[in-house]
């Protein structure tokens, strides 16, 4: 199928010289790969900082009354990670690390269509992260207005909110531009004799996702500008005072905030679409199903922003449709569930370590699906809105989600990316506290929400006190899973013994290149034949 | 679990709700643990030590409408579940018990028909009660989960929720959306008393709770108590979200009236105003708009005995 590849040593991306040495020769890179690692180190950073903020708020919930911090401090904790979780690491997270490392080399291309302006997005990427962290460390207070910002009290707190206001309107245009350079790379550099339905199927997540960030971002961009005017002007359009209304602000932010869900978790289907396959040695079931529930969820994912609002205020008829095209929308995402499932039967498993983490990302994805049913349900929405439930229930999303698909992706790829592999038998122990650990410090937070806890509360009432000890106790599981995880790959990125050019027997491009990629991708350009596509075992 | 705990039937909407609730969840369960299984099944049956050669097989457009057509339906039960248990709070009846609710940071006031005035929420049973939900700052939640109502309290609008309360006891009232430092503590308690016991409370003309009137300040410490605003401010030279009261009669503050800074000295005729108009002057190094007017909360005679109780703070 693809062109021979050349066994002798070709200068890997890693080991490349350009013009520039040392730093620079990452920072003024434009090559993809450099691009992706340099957001993936950024990212680990910020998401060190986010658990650790996570941490110490659970620590601060193992009793009720004051523990370790007062309430203000409380409030800060879970703005600031909130913050950095949502609009510093899911929304950017897999496109930005694995969507610029991989898309070029999946479609059996030598780069994104603007190297530039990618890598122009890594630096607003990094002025809007920085931004926010100057909001922390600056200015007369940390901001405290949780990372949904609604007004009226954004604009009633006298914490230092502009900073990070203006750091998630930065961050947006990263998402825009890097949204833009995919589907421009997409449309015009697929290899010759890749056609749309023999794209990998990340490939295809990253395209929706792509939409989305290019369609929806403008508009948090707009209302977070708005919420700045008024603070400094009081212009009036958000404050109930002036003659403005707060529920407003709540339509504009939520048109964007449910999309960028999608943004999360589009990406975080597409890889598990690659390593389930992979590690079933087996086309995957389903193709175009897949695909058309791609498609279909970043289009109706627009149109079901208003069940985070129930009990905002809306006609009956808006509630309803909300909740109908809520549970529409599930459908797409069950789709995929069963032919995940059935691209395992009659496969030829290898349980190795990114099997692992896609099987449980299905579990625990499932899990926070279901949940979403509750809150797409009118009654039992108003029930546990604004509840732990709602914690619980996107922690499964996004962090059991986007999180296990990330490591997975990244215990996919890694051989690829750094030319080495990582000690298995860590990576397994490490998975397993981390993944006991996540349902004990999550499923706790059902239970609570369906007793009547509320979120976003420094203190509770004694009745609530024995979950939260427990979700105490699964946040330092795992933890520890993680620190496992994280010291494994660091210490196999230099030692880890060196990794074939397909480890995995995947179909998929990538894996046609030398392990670390060549700064080229390709020595000459892949071309799909009428047999060849990215899952023919 | 509230499901299945001792609150059944507590309000008229609890049982719409449960039922939703327990259809979804059952639906759910049996989902999640058959796909768990099969996935694991597989894992085990067609492990590549078992199985060395995987049957291609891409794909089966009949299984795909199936497993699509099955979810669409088993949704649309949900939804309907989920319309049904939620249509009737929508609805009041005509004939209601009113009550006016306040909220503001950090504590909800309650004021009925004949002008009594708590911060406890009193109701009878087996009544419909309608409640009426103002906001005087930011967007607060008003949540009973063992009534299983939750609407949220917007400033700059009204807004409504009933219930009709089915059984008598003590049960716990949340602030549900997040509104500031002490947000946690912004809950109260609903009690529920049979009408005869209502009504003897209910015509009972002394207003709030009574305390032993012992000394010329404790009326007016008692009456900020109630109405909360040790939230914000305290007596012993901390500082909150508002400056403390320790030592304030009679000192010198620096205050900002429409952005110009000056001195005045904190008299009866500027603490009347810093209750009745909070955002008129500013204290300077604190921020405007969270303070709210006390107008209509506050008689000239509670402003007295609260001017009396801060003089008392030296
Ligand atoms: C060690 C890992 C983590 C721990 C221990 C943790 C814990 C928590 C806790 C205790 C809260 C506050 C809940 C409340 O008081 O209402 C919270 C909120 C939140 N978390 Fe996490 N979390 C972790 C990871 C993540 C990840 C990976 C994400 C995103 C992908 C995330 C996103 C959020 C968001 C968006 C909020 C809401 C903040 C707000 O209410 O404004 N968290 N988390
Ligand atoms: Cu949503
Ligand atoms: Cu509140």
């Known amino acids: ?537 | 679990m509230y499901i299945l705990s001792n609150t059944v039937n507590a309000s008229n909407f609890v049982s719409g709700v449960d039922k939703a609730f327990l259809l979804i969840m059952g639906i759910s369960f049996v989902f999640l643990i058959g796909l768990t299984f099969t996935m694991l099944y597989f894992m085990y049956k067609y492990n590549n030590k078992k199985n060395p050669i995987a049957t291609q097989i891409k794909g089966s457009n009949t299984l795909e409408v199936i497993w699509t057509v099955i979810p669409t339906i088993l949704v649309l039960i949900m939804f309907y579940y989920g319309w049904a248990g939620w249509a009737p709070m929508r609805k009041a009846p005509k004939d209601t018990f009113n009550i006016k609710v306040t909220g503001r940071m950090w504590n909800y006031l309650f004021e009925y028909e004949n002008g009594k005035k708590t911060d406890t929420l009193f109701v009878p049973m087996d009544k419909a009660v309608k409640l009426k939900l103002v906001s005087l700052d930011v967007i607060h939640g008003f949540f009973i989960p063992a009534f299983r109502i939750k609407e949220d309290v917007v400033p700059g609008r009204e807004k409504m929720a009933w219930f009709i309360p089915q059984r008598e006891g003590l049960f716990e009232l949340f602030c549900t959306v997040y509104c500031g430092m002490n947000h946690s503590y912004m809950g109260s308690t609903v009690k529920v008393m049979p009408q005869p016991k209502f009504d003897a409370w209910y015509i009972d003309t002394i207003k709030h709770v009574s305390v032993a009137v012992d000394s010329p300040t404790a009326t007016g410490q008692r009456i900020m108590k109630n109405i909360g605003c040790f939230a914000c401010h305290t007596v012993d030279g901390t500082k909150l979200i508002g400056p403390t009261f320790k030592g304030i009669y009679g000192s010198k503050v620096v205050i900002q009236t429409n952005g110009q800074e000056h001195e005045v000295t904190a008299d009866d005729a500027y603490i009347k105003r810093s209750i009745y108009d909070p955002n008129a002057d500013i204290v300077k190094g604190f921020n405007k708009g969270l303070m709210q007017p006390y107008t209509g909360l506050l008689s000239e005679g509670d402003v007295q005995q609260i001017t009396a109780y801060l003089k008392s703070l030296k």
Not at chain 1, 54 to 80: C, D, H, S, W
Not at chain 1, 156 to 163: D, I, M, Q, S, Y
Not at chain 1, 237 to 249: R, S
Request: charged share 10%; hydrophobic share 50%.
């Open chain 1, 1 to 537: 199928m693809q062109t021979a590849v050349p066994i002798l040593h070709e200068v890997s991306y890693l080991e490349y010289k350009g013009k520039y040495k040392g730093l620079f020769s990452w920072i003024l890179s434009t090559d993809h790969k450099r691009i992706g690692l340099m957001y993936m180190y950024a990212m680990m950073t910020f998401f060190l900082i986010g658990v650790m903020l996570g941490l110490a708020m659970k620590l601060e919930l193992i009793a009720p009354g004051r523990t370790i911090m007062g309430p203000q401090t409380y409030n800060a904790l879970f703005t600031v990670h909130g913050v950095i979780m949502i609009f510093m690491i899911v929304i950017p997270g897999l496109p930005a690390v694995f969507g610029n490392f991989m898309l070029p080399i999946m479609i059996g291309a030598k780069d994104v269509a603007f190297p530039k302006l990618n890598l122009l997005s890594w630096y607003i990427y990094m002025t809007g992260s920085i931004l926010v962290i100057c909001s922390v460390l600056f200015g007369n207070g940390i901001p405290d207005t949780g990372w949904t910002f609604y007004a009226p009290y954004s604009f009633k707190t006298g914490t230092n909110l502009l900073p990070a206001i203006f750091g998630a309107f930065v961050l947006g245009f990263a998402s825009i531009l890097t949204g833009l350079n995919f589907i421009v790379t997409i449309h015009r550099m697929r290899c010759p004799g890749m056609t749309w339905l023999k794209m990998p199927l990340f490939a295809w997540s990253l395209y929706g996702t792509a939409w989305i960030q290019l369609l929806a971002t403008p508009v948090v961009g707009i209302t977070l500008v708005l919420v700045a005017l008024e603070r400094i002007f009081g212009i009036g359009v958000f404050d109930p005072a002036l003659g403005g209304d707060p529920v407003l602000y709540q339509h504009l932010f939520w048109i964007y905030s449910h999309p960028a869900v999608y943004v999360m978790i589009l990406p975080a289907m597409g890889a598990i679409s690659e390593i389930i396959p992979t590690f079933s040695q087996k086309h995957i079931f389903g193709y175009k199903a897949i695909v058309a529930s791609t498609i279909a969820i970043a289009f109706v994912g627009y149109f079901v922003w208003g069940h985070h609002m129930f009990t905002s205020g809306m006609s009956g008829t808006a509630q309803y449709t909300f909740s109908i095209l809520t549970f529409i929308v599930a459908i797409p995402s069950a789709i995929k569930v069963f032919n995940w499932i059935s691209t395992m039967h009659k496969g030829s498993i290898n349980p190795d370590i990114p099997f692992l983490w896609a099987i449980s990302f299905i579990f625990v994805f499932m899990i926070g699906g279901f949940s979403g049913l509750v809150l797409g349900a009118l009654a039992t929405n108003v029930y546990v809105h604004d509840t732990a439930f709602v914690v619980a229930h996107f922690h499964f999303i996004v962090f059991g989600g986007v999180g296990f698909a990330f490591f997975g992706a990244i215990h996919y790829w890694y051989p690829k990316m750094f030319g080495r592999m990582y000690d298995k038998a860590w990576a397994k122990i490490g998975w397993a506290f981390f993944f006991v650990g996540f349902l004990t410090l999550y499923s706790p937070m059902f239970y609570l929400g369906m007793m009547g806890m509320p979120r976003r509360y420094y203190d509770y009432l004694p009745e609530f006190h024995a979950a939260n000890i427990l979700s105490t106790l699964g946040s330092w599981v795992m933890a520890f899973g993680l620190l496992i995880i994280i010291i494994n790959l660091f210490r196999s990125a230099k030692n880890g013994a060196i990794a074939p050019m397909n480890p995995w027997n995947g179909k998929t491009l990538e894996w046609t290149v030398p392990s670390p990629p060549p700064t080229e991708n390709f020595e000459d350009i892949p071309v799909y034949g009428e047999k060849d596509g990215p899952y023919e075992y």
